[in-house]
């Protein structure tokens, strides 16, 4: 469930509320009682983990493992006698 963050316009209280989207909008101040206690707009404080997701695959991404890849054989030089 999300958490949202609600501030009474008349006397400053503040609060963070748990609730799911569909329940009804608390406007009724818990601290004055007076019917001005608005949501406001926030970013989200929350981060997805799991495999798939970006934070866990991409953020941290290591370079590839050189010893892994094939390696040339070393150019040979010959040596005339001239």
């Known amino acids: 469930m ?5 501030k009474c316009q008349e006397c400053g209280f503040f609060d963070e509320i748990l609730g799911k989207i569909s329940d009804s909008q ?9 019917l001005t206690f608005q949501k406001l ?3 989200s404080n929350f981060q997805l983990t799991g495999s798939g997701w970006y934070a866990t ?3 941290n991404k290591k370079t ?4 892994a890849a094939p390696k040339k054989a ?9």
Do not use: L, M, Q, R
Request: proline content about 9%.
């Open 41 to 43: 707009i926030s970013a």
């Open 64 to 67: 590839e493992d050189k010893s």
């Open 57 to 59: 695959d991409f953020k």
């Open 74 to 82: 070393p150019k040979e030089t010959i040596k005339t006698d001239d």
């Open 2 to 6: 999300p958490i949202y963050e609600f």
């Open 26 to 34: 608390t406007t009724a101040c818990p601290k004055c009682k007076k």
